[in-house]
């Protein structure tokens, strides 16, 4: 399962920005989960094309159950982006931002905090020893909004359905896979069912909103850190601190890291 979300813009890396997760991530990400839950049915079964959009060729002429037995002919559902079609294929399951809020884990936006990382040093005579150096400082806060799936179909079973099975998907079954993108599912909430006329026939439609809580955190490099350390051993008279250091037994060592 993938959801194709990238980093495109070139401001994301000039500003440290490592994780941004408040419109294109939840949304790309519940899509992707929709899909993967509906082609494992062999009823409601999603069928995607060559290009991964759902494959919905020409349905003229096909047989009810095309997609049924035939799994790879057509899609018999259809989960995308809000505005990516006109909605002439059903059912139909519509995904699109609700908004979202910023909402600070802490007053100064976690910028006390500082990522380490451990280096080993090794004297040259066997010694080794592990320091942590700064790497990074660290800000940090939280999104949260909504995403709103809307169910059309043409029949009010069909849309109960539907509605049933994507609030179960997001409440349990991939629960712990949106956890793990960054992305905390609420409990979700579904509307009251509505229909409208379409036509000569009638449009039967349901929304399920789910509240989401995700994060954005940059990590501003620290340039200057430990490369070596130095150790210098001088020989003198220890009981005539006044008698000058000789310079023959000056012995200096450099510890590189690892």
């Not at 409440?171 to 896979?177: G, L, R, S």
Request: proline residues 5%; glycine residues 6%.
């Amino acid at each position: 399962m993938t959801t194709g979300n990238a980093f495109r813009s070139d401001l994301y890396k000039i500003h440290n920005i490592i994780q941004s997760s408040m419109i294109v991530h939840p949304k790309e990400m519940v899509i992707s989960v929709l899909r993967d839950f509906f082609a494992k049915d062999s009823y409601y079964h999603y069928v995607k094309d060559v290009w991964g959009f759902a494959n919905t060729p020409d349905e003229t002429g096909m047989a009810l159950e095309a997609g049924l037995h035939d799994n790879n002919t057509t899609t018999r559902i259809f989960i995308g982006e809000n505005y990516r079609y006109d909605v002439i294929f059903y059912p139909a399951i519509l995904i699109k931002s609700g908004g979202s809020k910023y909402v600070p884990i802490s007053i100064n936006r976690e910028s006390g905090g500082i990522q380490y990382q451990p280096i080993i040093f090794d004297d040259g005579y066997g010694n080794e020893s592990t320091i942590s150096v700064p790497k990074s400082f660290i800000t940090a806060g939280a999104w949260e909004g909504s995403i709103v799936i809307d169910v059309f179909t043409r029949s009010l079973r069909s849309r109960d359905d539907l509605l049933e099975l994507i609030g179960m998907c997001f409440t349990e079954i991939y629960f712990d896979v949106l956890y793990r993108a960054g992305i905390i599912v609420k409990p979700p909430s579904i509307s009251g069912p509505s229909e409208q006329d379409d036509r000569n026939d009638k449009l039967f439609k349901g929304t399920v909103t789910l509240d989401i809580r995700t994060e954005w955190r940059r990590e501003v490099p620290i340039e200057t850190f430990i490369d070596a350390i130095l150790f210098t051993v001088e020989f003198s008279d220890a009981q005539n601190p006044l008698l000058p250091i000789d310079p023959n037994f000056t012995i200096n060592t450099v510890a590189n890291k690892k």
